[in-house]
């Protein structure tokens, strides 16, 4: 099992950026691809990006491709995601999570591939 905990969020203007920070508990961080989902008010989890064991391959939704980047540090275990041109349908709850498997090449936008998940840091974006 893996323990996360999320920081950086906090209230940012439209068309700020914010970087997002999760930290990891060591043991099987380095071993599992990661994620980022949010949960905008009044809506369900979404997923945001993804990232796998090695950080050799990333995948987003489409709605923050070319604005938010997903990277990771296996020696801090932490995974970042870099917000960049944020919108105020940004305005979420940002959750980072692990996926169940060890050594995947594949990565899911399914939040149900993910065991572990930290309790999420909010960010909010003004007008």
């Known amino acids: 099992q893996v323990q996360l905990v999320e920081s950086g969020g906090g209230l940012v203007q439209a068309g700020g950026s914010r970087r997002l920070s999760c930290a990891a508990s060591?043991?099987?961080?380095?071993?599992?691809?990661m994620a980022w989902f949010r949960q905008r008010p009044g809506k369900e989890r979404e997923f945001v990006a993804a990232?796998?064991?090695?950080?050799?391959?990333?995948y987003y939704a489409d709605s923050v491709q070319g604005r938010f980047t997903i990277s990771r540090d296996n020696a801090e275990t932490t995974v970042y995601l870099q917000m960049n041109s944020l919108k105020p349908d940004d305005t979420a709850v940002y959750y980072c999570a692990a996926d169940t498997r060890s050594y995947s090449s594949d990565l899911y936008s399914d939040d149900a591939m993910y065991r572990d998940w930290g309790p999420g840091t909010q960010v909010t974006v003004s007008s």
């Open positions: 990232i796998t064991w090695s950080g050799r391959r990333t």
């Open positions: 060591r043991g099987a961080f380095a071993r599992r691809a």
